[in-house]
C-alpha cells in the first residue's frame, strides 16, 4: 500500500531526485524525445526488484506533478507519453496509480494543489481509449523503440490500459473522502476533460463505470439525477 515510494533501498533518494529533474526538464520544454532518452538512462533493476523499482519510478513522477503549477499538467502527460512510447509498462503506472490513489486524501489535506495534477491524470488517462485525443499535444504513437528492461508495454500501446474500470484503489479513495472533497476532485476532474476534449471529454468520463457511482454518493443524489445536476453545473450538455 503506502509504502511503495522508498523502493530500491539507498537507490529511493537518488532515483527520485532524478526523476525530479526529469520533469522540471519536460514542464520547462515539453520535448518528448528527451523525456524518453533521459528515462531510458535512469538506472535498470534486474530480476524482482525491477518490476518495484519501475513502478516507484513513475510514482516519483507523479508525486513530483502533485506539487501543481507547471508540473502538475506535464507529470500527468509524461506519464502517458512515456507509456505510448513504451518505456512505462501498463502494469507499472496501474501500480504507481494504485499507491498515489492510497495515499491521495492525505495528500490532499497536506498539499490542496496536488489536486490539480490529479484532475489532469484522471482525465487525460479517461480520455485514452476514446477517438477524440484533443487532450494530446501532437505527440506521435509508437517510434519509442523496444522499451527498457523488460520489453517495454504490451499489446496495442495506450489504448489497451486498464482504465475501463475505474482503478479500485481510486474508488476507495474517494469513498474514504468527505463527500464534498470527493465531489471536487471528481467534478474537476470532469471541468478538465471538457477543457481538453469538449463535450466529447465528458462523456467519455461518464462511461467509464464507477465513476458515476462516486459522483452520485458525492453529491448525494440518485443516478437518473446525475446527468441534470451535472448540467445545471455545466458539465453536461
Known sequence: GGGGGGGGGGRGGAGKAEVQRLLE????????DALCRDWQQLPARMGAAAAAARRDEVLWL????????????A?????????????VRP???DG??????????????DAPLAAGAVHYLLAA????????????RGAG????????????????????????DLPAALLASVASMEPADAR???EGTLREAQRKAGRNGVSACLGRRGLRVALCRARGCKPWELEAALRADGLCE
Do not use: I, N, Q
Open 25 to 32: 526538464y519536460f514542464a520547462e520544454d515539453r520535448d518528448v
Open 62 to 73: 507523479l508525486e513530483a506533478g502533485s506539487e501543481g503549477g507547471r508540473k502538475a499538467e
Open 75 to 87: 507529470a500527468g502527460e509524461a506519464a502517458l507519453m512515456l507509456l505510448e512510447h513504451r518505456l
Open 91 to 93: 502494469e507499472d503506472l
Open 96 to 109: 504507481a496509480l494504485s499507491c498515489f490513489f492510497e495515499r491521495l486524501p492525505d495528500a490532499l489535506l
Open 125 to 136: 488517462l479517461f480520455l485514452l481509449a476514446t477517438p477524440t485525443p484533443e487532450w494530446r
Open 141 to 164: 504513437a509508437g517510434g519509442g523503440g523496444d522499451g527498457r528492461r523488460d520489453g517495454g508495454a504490451s499489446g496495442g500501446g495506450v489504448g489497451g490500459l486498464v482504465l475501463e
Open 184 to 186: 471536487r476532485l471528481l
